[in-house]
């Protein structure tokens, strides 16, 4: 189930992106970047629509998941 992160409470929010964040774990890319960044980067990717929060009733979690991941969401023409 996609959850509109408009409809989040700010605080929430930021807990749950920076929760995704620590869960990630280690970055192998070219540069590290800092913990901030990364959740801003998180949350620029909702902004953006590029990304959107989904909670699985299955396995009772949150995540947030690239837009066309999501069965039903996939571009025109796919």
Do not use: C
């Amino acid at each position: 189930m996609i959850i509109p992160w408009q409809e989040i409470d700010q605080e929430t929010l930021n807990n749950l992106m920076e929760s995704i964040v620590l869960r990630e774990g280690t970055d192998y890319g070219s540069q590290e970047l800092s913990f901030e960044t990364k959740v801003e980067q998180l949350k620029q990717r909702l902004k953006s629509g590029e990304a959107v929060i989904v909670y699985s009733e299955l396995h009772e979690s949150v995540d947030v998941v690239n837009k066309d991941s999501v069965t039903g969401n996939e571009p025109d023409g796919q």
